[in-house]
Every structure is written in structure tokens, then in C-alpha cells.
């Protein structure tokens, strides 16, 4: 019986410790969460272990001959072995509680003077907003950069529908909300690449919906701040077509070869020489359309109502005048 | 679908083989049967549309046909009231109404004779059970097969079968229809059949009502399933259908928001029919603590499906009115609060967990104590635990939100209230390992697809704490980890005990024996593929990947290819257990009354019992597990016709 235990307690510990179940951690929130992790695994374990043992020991040693019609013992029931099992649970959940609600008020815990970066997310893009100087407009940019080992506060916003902040090696998630405001701590603590993945279904493009992330030394933010400022124009999402190609999220639903793009939620970019004919128009004309006004022409094969209609909100004049002549130009 | 009082009289029942004398002429049409229903669902879907478009005629609204508000009035609504019109649902109430001699149940629609009774409106609760049962398999390949065509598409990176929208659509598909259509309604089944034979009932509280809840389910499902045909494709926002994704959607939407009404009308009238069955139905003696542990379990259940099923009817219709009528519940433009959606949604949808989970702990409780041949150990904590589950289920919903935005300091409390669900349920567990010590354990089928409950259920109870701890949850919600953990409960669960009841009841329901080997070897490919396909979840979705995304990082290719082989594994286990099925019903060897040597009420009868269950009605004398107790009685049965006596034997050791 109790070998049985040793056995099944073995094999799952192996299982837990060879195999990496979580991401290499790259945040402070994540070690804490990674430790919740690992203190749950062990209590888990345990008790896997128990039931495993009786089960299979049950399976081998209490297994009836074929002819034997007789039956077990009329046992009803054991109070103190009841009280136990209610009882010893009950403890181990609650040390479970305890140290879950000590590491949630952590992660929560913004600090006295946190980073403040807006996230805003719409169907199927992330855009990002950094503190400027006072009176300046703030930055905006379509990846995330933070610098190393400071606490940030995001501040989540929803243009149309849920989304869900997540990069997996900091760990922490938070839905963005249209019509309220999230928050999301975190501390960056190695410096590298990672990926922003959204994760409420969010519609057709959800699964592409990703933004890069970097977390960078503390000069080399300053130093990304300072370009994002010193851009031309407005800042809004880039300036040149390829830019606020990218960062308007063109690419997580259409095949675009000068983006290197192949996402086929909606139709091609690549040649649409054809569909202006059809329509009528002038392609740069056609292009502003099937942009600000996605519905008024849906290409075959595809729906309205998929594409948001908040474009001519989001991007300025020059900013449209800059993505229908990539879109020109490449096609 | 008022009913009349069932005597508890020996012979009371003597009516039972006169049948109603068969339709001619236009009485045939005009008689309550399919023909009826077929020219009254095409009369009230005609009456609908009229209305519709007359009214916006009336009002001067464009466009004159808007078929979002057609489809919800006219397909939706007043064709399947026609249908059930047409079948005969409500004549007792239009001749109440009218004034005219009302029939009263006589018990002519009771029994099957042939397996045409099968496809007749039936009020014996045996047919319907059967009824049940085979109708929830009919949607369970449906929801499989929408199941091996993503797996297929996830096989490998990159889009290669079907598009977005397709994708979303049968994962939505696939989960409303495991959900709404295969586990909530196989228990109804597997409970119609047993509930009223275990108590010593003749049949339901509302034989009628019974019959009436059994029709619904069909329309919901052909309602879920036709949403594909709908222009825009099937609904396609999961089967949570969080607005404002679900308000905005495609028209197919609207199918999922009335399917889910009619479905879950159909638990409710079930579920009330069960509620007054129990307790005003149980033989003379049968206290509430001799109710073998599946009646308890379906009495909790009932009072969670009566209380919590209101609550996702009127989230759907929120969602619906949105979207046909333009209030702003959801649009946050005009004040709307897309929290309240998840809110009411999950008041529901957690208790419905427990919907989907204790009937199966009710069945495992009967198979283990007849397989051990032992008492299940701690009878009263075990329905105790039943009813801790059934009031805890609703201090719970929120821990499905923990990152969505909602206050901040619910989210502690609603993960102690989760992680104090633990311990019912570990009682449970505790106790049917108890059972089974120094038991003499025999290995049926039905065994081992209660061991194999037992070790699922317990890691998928497990990951269950690990997402009940909120910072841990932060980093696991939404992920593959969560697809895992709801597969471990309701598929290593709930389905493991949905099979361990149908093989268990296959005998009393069919009167045949099924094939042990076939249904082994169903077993072992069931378990394996079970584990091979779900296991991997938990470490792709702790490593990065969310769910419900038709492409993924390339890291994960090889995990995914490694499930999509084990899914395919699990669907060919389903054709082995079809076969068996199939087979066994048609030519297995005819099983005899009690080929468990059980002691509960439903095995003192022939397989398949009398049209009436019992020549006479038991009297009930002592508990339901007395395995191994000298001399114990359940129940004394005078005439218990070709079966064994109650008592036990002696223990001998």
C-alpha cells in the first residue's frame, strides 16, 4: 500500500519536475506565481498520490475470483475517518487560499511610482501609449517596450469588443474591457522578446492577434521614447504606410507580400487592380473606401461585418493618404 | 399537462395494452400525431411571419422582411409550437379551456412494444429514458465530429481545412452541443429510466410533462445544428458567448440564443417533474434516507437546474434583445455593462457544472457498491456532501472571471468558496475508494468505467485548485490549461459516468446483455485516447497557448499533432461502443432480472420491467447497500415474479 504510494508519488513528481511546464519566468509577478504554482503542485501531489495507491491497490489485491459470489465485510462507515478527510482537505485548500491571496496582493501591488503605459485593443491589434512630457501628446506605438526591473501599470482599454492582455512569461492576464478600465502590474526583470497574445475570442482574426514585446535597459527605453517623440508627424501608429500597416493590424487578417503577411481572414491585398474595376473606381479610391467603409463592397467569398468600421476614427488623413499608396505601391 | 393521480392499487393499471383506436380519414390529420404536427408547424411558422411582416407593414418599418426578428418569431418560436401542438402536447389544456371533455391520462401512450413505440409520443418513463438516450447520441457524433474536424485543422500550424469563422463555429458547436444536448440531457435520460424504478414508482409525477420535456430537446438541437445553414455561418463566439462579440455576430448567433431557451425549458419541466416524483412518489418505507444515492443526486440536481437554468435564459435573452429589439444591455455606447453578461452568464454555467457532475456521482456511488459487493461507506455524508456541493455551486461563479475586469475584492472570496467546493467533493471521493477497500471487486464494464471516473475526475479536481487560486488562474485562464481541466471533469467525468450508467442499465433497459469483451475493449481505447488527447493540454496551455485559436505558435506543432492522433483514437472508440450497442440491443443474449445481484428497487423487476414496473408496489424496509449484512432487506416485493429474492446473503469471509 504504502509502496504503491511511494511509487504513484514518485512517478507524478517526476512528471512534475522534468517536464517545464511553465515559461521561463520574466517577470517578478511570474516568480510569484510560478511559487503558488510549485506550492500547489506539492500539496497536489500528495494527494494524487494517496488516491492513486488505493485505487490500484484495491484493483489488485481486492479483486474477486470469478466464482466467488460472496460479498465484503457490511461495513457502514468509520466517524473518525470521515472527520479526517473533511478535515485535512479543509486545511490543506485553506493554506492553498492563504498563500494565493498573499502572492495576489503582490502582484497587485503597483508600488508609490509606477510606469504608466496604456493598452488599447481592437479587433485584431494592439496599440500602446507611453508617458510623454507634460503638455506633449503621448506616444504612441504598436509594440511594447519596457525598460528592466521597474514596475509598470497597464491600463487597459477595448475599442469593440473583450480581449485579453497575456504574455506568457510575465505571467500576468487581464481582460480589456469595452466601457471600463483594467489594470495589470507588472516588473520585467530579463531582457528579451516576447509576445503579447490575445486571449478572449475576439472573433475571426483572435489568432493572430499579437504584438511584439521587449523589455529593454533602462537607456535604451529612454532612447526608444526619444525616437517615438522625435518622429515625424503625429506619432499616431507610425507614419509610413509599412508602419501603420503593422500597427493598425492590416496583417493579422490580410496576405499582404510586402508586409510578409498570409493571414487569410479576409481577402488579399496583393491585387486589387481587378476588384477596383469591378467597383468601379480609381484603386487609391476604392482603397479609402474598402478602408473607412469596409461594408459598403465585401469581395466574394467574404462577410461584412467582420472588419472594424473604426478606421477613419483611428487613423488621420495623412495616415490613410500613407497606407492606400503602400497599399499601391506594393500591389 | 395536468395529470391525474397514479393509484397505488395493484391491478390499477389493467387498462394497459388498449390502445387508442388508430386515426382514419381526416380524423388522421386532425388527431394528435406527426401528420398534425407536420401541417401545424407549417400553419403557426406561416401565422408567425404574417405577423411579423403585417406588423411592420402596419408600422411602415424597412425592410418589410428583417429576418433576424423572422427567424426569432416565425422559425424559432411559432413553428415549434405548432409542432408540439401537432403531436398532442396541449389538447388536455385547449378542451379544459374549451369546455369539452378532457381525457384523462388513461396510460395508453405507456409501454413499448415494438421499437416503432420508440419513435411515437410515449409517457412511460422507461421509452422516454431510451428516447433520452438515443437521441442525446445522435447530437453526441454531431458535437464529435465537429470535435475531429478542428482537431484536424490543429493538427498542424497555420490554417489548412477551414477558415476563421468555420473554426469558431464548431468549437462553438462542439461545446453547445457536448453541453446542452449530450451530458445535461443523457442524465435526464439515464435518471427518467432508473429514478422512478429505484423509488418504487410507477412511473414520473407527470407522465405527460415528461413526454412534453423529451420533445423540446430535438427542436433545440435541430435549432443549434441548423445555425450552420443560417447566411454568416453558425454562431461563432464559444458557447460562452460573451457580448459584444455575441451582440455583433452574424445572424447564426440567434440560433444558439433560442436553442439554448429550449433546451432549457426542457431541464426545467424535467427537472420539476423529478423534484415532485421524489418527493411524492417513493414506495411505502422508502425514507429519504433509503433513497439509493442516484435518486439524491438527482434531486440536487434537480433544485440546482430548477433554481440557476432561469438565470442563462435571460442572458441569451439580453443578448437577443440587443441585437432584435436594440435595448443596450450590452452596448456600452449607450450605458450598456458587458460584465453583467459573465455575471449572470456564469451564475448559471458554474452551477451547471454540478448539473453536469452529480448524477454521474449518484451513478458511480450505485456501480461501486454493487461491484464491491460492500455498503458505500459513509451513506449519509455522501448525500450530505450532495447537498454542500448543490448550495456552495452558487458562491462560486465568479472564479470564472477572475481576470475579466470584475471588482477586484470578489475575486479572494470566490476563490475560498471554490476551494471549499474541494471538500464535498473529496468526501466523495474518499468515501467510494472506502467502499471499494476489502470489497471482493469485480470488473464489468460498468467498473471500469467507474475507476476510470475515479482517477480522471481526481486530477481533473485537482487542476481544478490550481485554477481556483487566483494568481496561478491569472496565468492559466483562457489558456489550453483550462480546455484540459474541463475535459478531465466533464469528459473524464461526467462522460465516463454517462457510459459506467449505460452499461450498468443496458440489461434493464433492453432486456439483453451487451458484450463484455467489446465494451472492454471501448474502455481501454476510450481511456487511452481520453489521456493521450487532454493530458498534453495542460503543458501547452501553462507554456503560451490560449484557446479557442484556429493557428498557433509553431512550438506547439508536435503536441498538437500527438492529440489530434489520440482524438481520432477516441472517435474510433466511439464506433466500438455504437457497434456494441447496436448489436447487443438487437441480438445480445437475454439478460435476466438481476445479473448485477443488486439490491435497489430497478433490479427486483424483470428486464425490461412490466409496462408498470411493479405488479405491486414494494415495501420498502431497510437501505439500499446492505451487501454482506446477514438477513438485510431493501425492500419486500410479494410477487416479484422471475426474479431472486431481495435478501441478501449471508457474509462469509
Not at chain 2, 7 to 18: F, L, S
Not at chain 2, 451 to 476: C, E, Q, R
Request: proline share 6%.
Amino acid at each position: 500500500m504504502v509502496v504503491y504510494g511511494v511509487l504513484a508519488g514518485t512517478a507524478a513528481s517526476l512528471v512534475a519536475v522534468l517536464i517545464p511546464w511553465l515559461p521561463t519566468s520574466a517577470s517578478e509577478e511570474m516568480d510569484r506565481i510560478a511559487f503558488t504554482f510549485w506550492f500547489t503542485t506539492v500539496i497536489c501531489i500528495a494527494i494524487f498520490a494517496i488516491v492513486a495507491a488505493v485505487i490500484l491497490y484495491c484493483i489488485l489485491k481486492f479483486r474477486a475470483a470469478p466464482d466467488d459470489e460472496r460479498d465484503g465485510p457490511p461495513v457502514h462507515g468509520h466517524t473518525g475517518l470521515e472527520i479526517a478527510w473533511t478535515a485535512v482537505p479543509a486545511v490543506l485548500v485553506t493554506a492553498i487560499s492563504v498563500v494565493s491571496a498573499i502572492v495576489l496582493a503582490k502582484n497587485d501591488d503597483a508600488g508609490e511610482n509606477p510606469l504608466r503605459i496604456g493598452v488599447t485593443a481592437q479587433q485584431f491589434a494592439w496599440s500602446f501609449e507611453y508617458p510623454a512630457e507634460e503638455g506633449a501628446e503621448p506616444l504612441r506605438a504598436g509594440e511594447l517596450v519596457l525598460p528592466v526591473g521597474r514596475k509598470v501599470k497597464l491600463t487597459l482599454h477595448a475599442r469593440d469588443v473583450i480581449h485579453s492582455f497575456w504574455v506568457p512569461e510575465f505571467g500576468q492576464k487581464s481582460d480589456a474591457v469595452p466601457g471600463i478600465e483594467t489594470t495589470l502590474v507588472i516588473t520585467p526583470k530579463r531582457v528579451g522578446s516576447y509576445a503579447v497574445v490575445c486571449t478572449e475570442l475576439c472573433g475571426l482574426g483572435h489568432a493572430t492577434m499579437r504584438a511584439p514585446v521587449s523589455v529593454v535597459a533602462e537607456q535604451d527605453y529612454e532612447g526608444f521614447l526619444t525616437r517615438l517623440a522625435s518622429g515625424p508627424g503625429d506619432g499616431q501608429q507610425g507614419t509610413t504606410g509599412e508602419e501603420i500597416f503593422a500597427s493598425a493590424g492590416c496583417g493579422s487578417c490580410h496576405a499582404f507580400e510586402p508586409a510578409g503577411s498570409d493571414a487569410q481572414v479576409g481577402p488579399p491585398l496583393d491585387d486589387l487592380t481587378g476588384a477596383a474595376e469591378g467597383a468601379g473606381l480609381e484603386l487609391e479610391e476604392f482603397l479609402r473606401e474598402s478602408i473607412v467603409d469596409p461594408d459598403e463592397r465585401v469581395a466574394s467569398g467574404f462577410q461584412a461585418g467582420v472588419m472594424p468600421k473604426t478606421y477613419d476614427r483611428t487613423l488621420t488623413d495623412e495616415q490613410l493618404d500613407a497606407l492606400v499608396q503602400y497599399l499601391v505601391d506594393g500591389g | 399537462m395536468t395529470e391525474l393521480h397514479h393509484t397505488h392499487q395493484p391491478g390499477a393499471h389493467a387498462v394497459h395494452g388498449h390502445e387508442p383506436p388508430p386515426h382514419r380519414g381526416v380524423r388522421r390529420l386532425t388527431g394528435p400525431g406527426y401528420l398534425r404536427a407536420l401541417w401545424m408547424t407549417a400553419l403557426f411558422g406561416a401565422l408567425g411571419f404574417g405577423i411579423v411582416v403585417f406588423f411592420r407593414w402596419l408600422g411602415g418599418y424597412e425592410p418589410l422582411l428583417q429576418w433576424d426578428v423572422l427567424s426569432v418569431v416565425s422559425f424559432m418560436t411559432a413553428a415549434p409550437l405548432g409542432f408540439l401542438a401537432g403531436l398532442g402536447s396541449f389538447d388536455y389544456w385547449v378542451y379544459y379551456v374549451s369546455g369539452r371533455p378532457t381525457r384523462p391520462e388513461d396510460h395508453s401512450g405507456h409501454g413499448a412494444r415494438s421499437w416503432h413505440d420508440y419513435f411515437r409520443v410515449n409517457t412511460d418513463h422507461k421509452v422516454i429514458g431510451v428516447q433520452y438516450l438515443v437521441t442525446v447520441f445522435v447530437f453526441f457524433i454531431l458535437g464529435g465530429l465537429a470535435a475531429m474536424l478542428f482537431r484536424a485543422e490543429l493538427a498542424q500550424p497555420d490554417l489548412q481545412f477551414v477558415d476563421g469563422q468555420a473554426y469558431n463555429g464548431l468549437i462553438s458547436m462542439h461545446a453547445a452541443l457536448m453541453i446542452f444536448l449530450f451530458i445535461i440531457p443523457a442524465f435526464a435520460g439515464l435518471a427518467n429510466f432508473a429514478v422512478p424504478l429505484m423509488l418504487g414508482a410507477t412511473d414520473m409525477a407527470f407522465p405527460r410533462l415528461n413526454a412534453l420535456s423529451f420533445c423540446l430537446l430535438p427542436i433545440a438541437g435541430l435549432m443549434l445544428v441548423a445555425s450552420f445553414l443560417a447566411p454568416g455561418g453558425a454562431f461563432a463566439s464559444g458557447w460562452t458567448a460573451y457580448p459584444p462579440l455575441s451582440t455583433e455576430a452574424p445572424m447564426g448567433q440567434i440560433f444558439f440564443n433560442m436553442g439554448v431557451q429550449w433546451a432549457g425549458a426542457s431541464s426545467i419541466m424535467t427537472a420539476l417533474n423529478f423534484l415532485v416524483t421524489i418527493i411524492t412518489m417513493r414506495a411505502p418505507g422508502m425514507t429519504f434516507w433509503r433513497m439509493p444515492l442516484l435518486v439524491w443526486a438527482n434531486f440536487t440536481t434537480s433544485l440546482l437546474v430548477v433554481i440557476a437554468t432561469p438565470f442563462i435564459a435571460a442572458s441569451q435573452f439580453f443578448v437577443m434583445f440587443d441585437r432584435i429589439m436594440h435595448t443596450n444591455f450590452f452596448t456600452v455606447a449607450e450605458g450598456g455593462y458587458v460584465l453583467g453578461y459573465q455575471h449572470i452568464f456564469w451564475f448559471y454555467s458554474h452551477p451547471a457544472v454540478y448539473i453536469m457532475m452529480l448524477p454521474g456521482f449518484g451513478i458511480i456511488s450505485e456501480v461501486i457498491a454493487v461491484f464491491s459487493r460492500k455498503p458505500v461507506f459513509g451513506y449519509r455524508l455522501m448525500a450530505l456532501s450532495l447537498m454542500a456541493i448543490l448550495v456552495l455551486g452558487f458562491s462560486v461563479w465568479a472564479h470564472h472571471m477572475f481576470v475579466a475586469g470584475m471588482a477586484p475584492w470578489l475575486r479572494v472570496p470566490m476563490m475560498v468558496t471554490s476551494m471549499i467546493i474541494a471538500v464535498p467533493t473529496g468526501v466523495k471521493v474518499f468515501s467510494w475508494l472506502a467502499t471499494m477497500w476489502e470489497g471482493r471487486l469485480r470488473f464489468g464494464t460498468p467498473m471500469l468505467f467507474a475507476l476510470g471516473f475515479l482517477s480522471m475526475f481526481v486530477l481533473g479536481g485537482l487542476s481544478g485548485i490550481f485554477l481556483a487560486s487566483v494568481p496561478i488562474d491569472i496565468h492559466a485562464s483562457d489558456t489550453y490549461f483550462v480546455v484540459a481541466h474541463i475535459h478531465y471533469v466533464l469528459f473524464g467525468g461526467s462522460v465516463f459516468t454517462i457510459f459506467a450508467g449505460i452499461y450498468y442499465w443496458f440489461p434493464k433497459m433492453t432486456g439483453r446483455m451487451y458484450s463484455e469483451r467489446l465494451g472492454k475493449l471501448h474502455f481501454w481505447l476510450t481511456f487511452i485516447g481520453f489521456n493521450g488527447t487532454f493530458f498534453p493540454m495542460h503543458y501547452v496551455g501553462l507554456r503560451g497557448m490560449p484557446r479557442r485559436v484556429a493557428d498557433y505558435a509553431a512550438e506547439f506543432g508536435n503536441w498538437n499533432l500527438v492529440m489530434t492522433v489520440f482524438s481520432f483514437l477516441l472517435g474510433v472508440s466511439t464506433v466500438v461502443f455504437f457497434y456494441n450497442m447496436i448489436l447487443s440491443w438487437a441480438r445480445g443474449p437475454v439478460a435476466e432480472g438481476n445479473p448485477w445481484r443488486a439490491l435497489t428497487l430497478e433490479w427486483q423487476v424483470s428486464s425490461p420491467p412490466p409496462v408498470f414496473n411493479f405488479d405491486e408496489i414494494p415495501q420498502v424496509v431497510g437501505g439500499p447497500y446492505e451487501y454482506g449484512v446477514p438477513g438485510a432487506r431493501h425492500a419486500v416485493l410479494h410477487s416479484a415474479a422471475a426474479t431472486t429474492e431481495v435478501r441478501t446473503e449471508e457474509v462469509v469471509r
